[in-house]
Nanobody
């Protein structure tokens, strides 16, 4: 059974950092493209970052240079290190994987950037 569980969200001041985790089960993170998405109140869900099985990473322009996506194969977990956070980064963050044509999503973790 495929399952994705996000954690690590919280309240942080502008300029601060958070590290999100996405623990996976039912498949291996290093053989699939793993993605982070986010959704702010009243806005559509948007793609944030991806890590491919090769280890190559890709980022949305809005987070490039501030966010880093990575994975720990031994823990079967993906991470999103978020630095220099801005109020506009406030959103629920979700991890997603596409397996045999079906999308699987976690339940999300809330990130709030506010002073």
């Amino acid at each position: 059974q495929v399952q994705l569980v996000e954690s690590g969200g919280g309240l942080v001041q502008p300029g601060g950092s958070l590290r999100l985790s996405c623990a996976a089960s039912g498949f291996t993170v290093n053989t699939n493209v793993m993605n982070w998405y986010r959704q702010a109140p009243g806005k559509e869900r948007e793609w944030v970052a991806a890590i491919f099985s090769s280890g190559i990473t890709n980022y949305a322009a809005s987070v490039k240079g501030r966010f880093t996506i990575s994975r720990d194969n031994a823990k079967n977990t993906m991470f999103l290190q978020m630095n220099s956070l801005k109020p506009e980064d406030t959103a629920a963050y979700y991890c997603k994987v596409l397996l045999t044509g079906r999308e699987y999503w976690g339940q999300g973790t809330q990130v709030t950037v506010s002073s």
